[in-house]
C-alpha cells in the first residue's frame, strides 16, 4: 500500500554542478563543482505548481513535463509513496546546456528531494541508478550525488532489462580547483555526439585508458600530473570542429602548461589546477565573451526536511 505524504512538508535541496570525462575518462569520469541548482518542494493539497528563477527561467517548462518534476516522481514511485499535490520551486545558478551538469543536476536534485519527502527509504546507490537513467550515464549524476571525483560504469544485463548504473567516489586533492570558461553558446549533446566515429584504433584506445588511469591517481595525491592525466584521443578531437571556440581555448591553455579540457559535451573549457589561472588570461577570455567561473570541488547533495 503506497504511503501518503502529508501536506505541507517540505524538503530545500542543494545540488552541485559537474564536470564529466575530465579528458580521457569519457562516461567514465566526472568531478563535482562548487556551483548550485536549489529545489524546494512542498507537499500540496492539490495539483502542480512549477516556479523557475535564475538560470533557465526563460525557456524550462512549469509542467510536468520538467525535469525536477518528473525526477520527484520518479522517486516517489520507487518509495511508493504518493504525494497528493506539489508545489516546485527551482533556483538555478548552473549554466544550461553547457557541460557543467544542469540536467544532471536537475535529475539528481528531483530524485533526492523525491526520497527525502518519503523519509529516504532509497539508498545511495538507488540514488544514483534513478537519476542516471534519465541521463543515459552515469558520470554526471553520480558526481552530483557523491561529491568530489567519480569513477562510474554501466551494466547491460544479457536479459535486457534496464542498464545498470554504478559509481564509487574518488577522493580529490584539497589543494585541486576547477576554473571553467564558459561561452555564451548551448551544445547539444547528442548533436555533439554525433560527430564521434563508430570504431577507434587500439592505440587511440590504449593511449585513453593509460590517460584515464593516470588522471585517478592525479585527482588524490597526484596534481603534477593532471595535465598528462587530462590528455585524450577518443572524443576531443573530433568535436573541435563543431566547438571552435572551445577547442582554440583548451589549446591555448594547455600549450600554456594548463590541464585544460572539454568540459562533458561542452561548450565549457575546463582547468584543473592547484593555482589559480593567471590573470591575465581569465581577462582576455573574459573580453573574448567567456564567463569565468572560479569553483571549489564539490561535496555531495544535501537534503533539509521540515515537516508540518
Known amino acids: 500500500m ?19 570525462n575530465l579528458g580521457p575518462g569519457f562516461d567514465t569520469l566526472g568531478l563535482a563543482l562548487g556551483i548550485y541548482d536549489t529545489i524546494e518542494v512542498e507537499i500540496t493539497e492539490s495539483g502542480l505548481e512549477v516556479e523557475v528563477y535564475g538560470e533557465g527561467e526563460d525557456d524550462l517548462p512549469r509542467d510536468g513535463s520538467h525535469l525536477v518534476v518528473k525526477a520527484i516522481r ?45 523519509g529516504e527509504p532509497l539508498t ?67 548533436a555533439v555526439r554525433r560527430v564521434l ?41 573530433y568535436r573541435a570542429d563543431v566547438l571552435p571556440v572551445t577547442a582554440e581555448w583548451v589549446n591555448r591553455l594547455r600549450n600554456r602548461g594548463y590541464a585544460a579540457y572539454l568540459s562533458g559535451a561542452g561548450p565549457t573549457i575546463m582547468v584543473l589546477s592547484t593555482e589559480p589561472v593567471d590573470r591575465s588570461i581569465l581577462d582576455e577570455a573574459r573580453t573574448a565573451g567567456l564567463k569565468v567561473h572560479e569553483l571549489a570541488v564539490a561535496g555531495p547533495v544535501t537534503a533539509e526536511v521540515s515537516r508540518a
Open 2 to 20: 503506497s504511503i501518503e505524504l502529508e501536506v505541507g512538508t517540505r524538503v530545500t535541496v542543494t545540488v552541485p554542478g559537474s564536470s564529466a
Open 74 to 118: 520518479s522517486a516517489l514511485n520507487a518509495a511508493d509513496a504518493q504525494a497528493p499535490g506539489l508545489r516546485v520551486v527551482c533556483t538555478n545558478t548552473i549554466p544550461q546546456s553547457r557541460g557543467l551538469g544542469s540536467s544532471a543536476s536537475a535529475a539528481v536534485g528531483g530524485v533526492v528531494a523525491g526520497n527525502a519527502l518519503a
Open 124 to 190: 545511495t546507490e538507488q540514488v544514483v541508478q534513478l537519476s542516471s537513467a534519465f541521463e543515459g550515464h552515469p558520470d554526471n549524476a553520480a558526481a552530483s550525488v557523491l561529491g568530489a571525483a567519480v569513477v562510474s560504469w554501466t551494466t547491460t544485463p544479457v536479459d535486457g532489462s534496464q542498464p545498470g548504473y554504478r559509481a564509487v567516489s574518488v577522493p580529490v586533492d584539497e589543494r585541486i580547483r576547477a576554473t571553467a570558461l564558459v561561452p555564451d553558446f548551448h551544445a547539444s549533446t547528442q
Open 197 to 237: 566515429p563508430s570504431h577507434v584504433t587500439h592505440t587511440d584506445a590504449r593511449f585513453n585508458v593509460s590517460r584515464t588511469a593516470v588522471m585517478t591517481v592525479a585527482l588524490q595525491n597526484h596534481p603534477e600530473l593532471l595535465w598528462e592525466g587530462t590528455r585524450d584521443r577518443l572524443h576531443q578531437p
